[in-house]
Nanobody, 126 residues
Framework: QVQLVESGGGLVQDGGSLRLSCAASGRTLSRYNMGWFRQAPGKEREFVAAITWGGGATDYADSMKGRFTISRDNAKNTVYLQMNSLKPEDTAVYYC???????????????????WGQGTQVAVSS
């Protein structure tokens, strides 16, 4: 199985940017389609973005389109989430997740992913 570790979270002001990283170990990342999710206090985990195993296709939640960019470097076994124009409502714990290729390209539901990282906190101040 694959182990995932997120990093890059922190405190940023309204309108600022952050770049999250998700480093994989145990198995090559190219075996997985990848997703980013987030969970704010008292709310359910929600889909942020996804990318296919080769990086050829991506998908975003509507509220993230134009602000967030998901990418991956399979040679480095790492997935990224570039977040620009951050808003206070983006405050949450952000998780990366891995979906085995044989299950299909991607899912927007958390149940579609088999492996999860521990999360990294993002806080946006107004």
């Amino acid at each position: 199985q694959v182990q995932l570790v997120e990093s890059g979270g922190g405190l940023v002001q309204d309108g600022g940017s952050l770049r999250l990283s998700c480093a994989a170990s145990g198995r090559t990342l190219s075996r997985y389609n990848m997703g980013w999710f987030r969970q704010a206090p008292g709310k359910e985990r929600e889909f942020v973005a996804a990318i296919t195993w080769g990086g050829g296709a991506t998908d975003y939640a509507d509220s993230m389109k134009g602000r967030f960019t998901i990418s991956r470097d399979n040679a480095k076994n790492t997935v990224y989430l570039q977040m620009n124009s951050l808003k206070p409502e983006d405050t949450a714990v952000y998780y990366c997740a891995a979906r085995p290729r044989e299950l299909g390209s991607w899912e927007t539901a958390p149940s579609g992913y088999a492996y999860w990282g521990q999360g990294t906190q993002v806080a946006v101040s107004s």
